[in-house]
C-alpha cells in the first residue's frame, strides 16, 4: 500500500491564501485530485488532473504539482471555503486508490 | 441531473453481513467506473473498492478484501456492495461515486455493533 500525507489543518483570515500540500512517492507519476467537504456533506471535487478546475468551481481554487508533492491554492479564501479537503490519487500500479488523511481548513 | 441514491445500510451484529446498493441516474451509467468510499464516524474518507465499466477490472482495499464484494447490474443502473465478516471497524457511511469524483451519492450508514 502507499500513502498521501497532508497537514491536519490551516489556518487563514479571510481574504488571504491558502496553500494545502499533499505529498507521496505516487504524485511524481500519477495525478491528484482535490475534494472539498463540508459537515454533514459529501465530498466535491475541486481540482481533477492536479490543476484541472470542474465547471462550477470558482476561479480562487487553483492546483499545482511539483515532484512529489502537489498543492491546492485558494486564493482569496472565503468564510465558506471552511471544510475539510482531502487529495486522491491511484497507485503506481493502478490496483489501489488512496486518500490523503485530511486537511480542515479553518478562515477566520 | 445526475443523481446517485445508496441504499441498505442499518445495524448489524459483528460478523453479519449487508448488501449496499446504488441507483444511478441522468448520466449513462455503463459508460463509467464507480467507487465504494466510506467514512467512519469523525474520520476521513477511505477508498473501498472500484469497478470498471464493463466488469471486467475490480480492486478492493487491503482493509475489505475477501470480505466486500463490489458488483453492478447496467441493466439496472445499479452498484452493490456486499459485505460479509462485518467487524465494528467497518462502522461508516458509504458513499458510491463515479470513479472521476464528479458525483457522489448522499450515503448510507453501516453501523457494526452488538
Known amino acids: 500500500s502507499y500513502e498521501l500525507t497532508q497537514p491536519s489543518s490551516v489556518s487563514v483570515s479571510p481574504g488571504q491564501t491558502a496553500r494545502i500540500t499533499c505529498s507521496g512517492d505516487v504524485l511524481a507519476k500519477k495525478y491528484a485530485r482535490w475534494f472539498q467537504q463540508k459537515p454533514g456533506q459529501a465530498p466535491v471535487l475541486v481540482i481533477y488532473k492536479d490543476s484541472e478546475r470542474p465547471s462550477g468551481i470558482p476561479e480562487r481554487f487553483s492546483g499545482s504539482s511539483s515532484g512529489t508533492t502537489v498543492t491546492l491554492t485558494i486564493s482569496g479564501a472565503q468564510v465558506e471555503d471552511e471544510a475539510d479537503y482531502y487529495c486522491y490519487s491511484a497507485a503506481d500500479n493502478n490496483l489501489e486508490r488512496v486518500f490523503g488523511g485530511g486537511t480542515k481548513l479553518t478562515v477566520l | 441531473e445526475v443523481q446517485l441514491v445508496e441504499s441498505g445500510g442499518g445495524l448489524v451484529k459483528p460478523g453479519g453481513s449487508l448488501r449496499l446498493s446504488c441507483a444511478a441516474s441522468g448520466f449513462t451509467f455503463s459508460s463509467y467506473s464507480m467507487n465504494w468510499v466510506r467514512q467512519a464516524p469523525g474520520k476521513g474518507l477511505e477508498w473501498v473498492s472500484s469497478i470498471s465499466s464493463s466488469s471486467s477490472y475490480i480492486y478492493y482495499a487491503d482493509s475489505v478484501k475477501g470480505r466486500f464484494t463490489i458488483s453492478r447490474d447496467n441493466a439496472k443502473n445499479s452498484l452493490y456492495l456486499q459485505m460479509n465478516s462485518l467487524r465494528a471497524e467497518d462502522t461508516a457511511v458509504y458513499y458510491c461515486?463515479?470513479?472521476?469524483?464528479?458525483?457522489w451519492g448522499q450515503g448510507t450508514l453501516v453501523t457494526v455493533s452488538s
Open positions: 461515486a463515479r470513479a472521476g469524483g464528479e458525483d
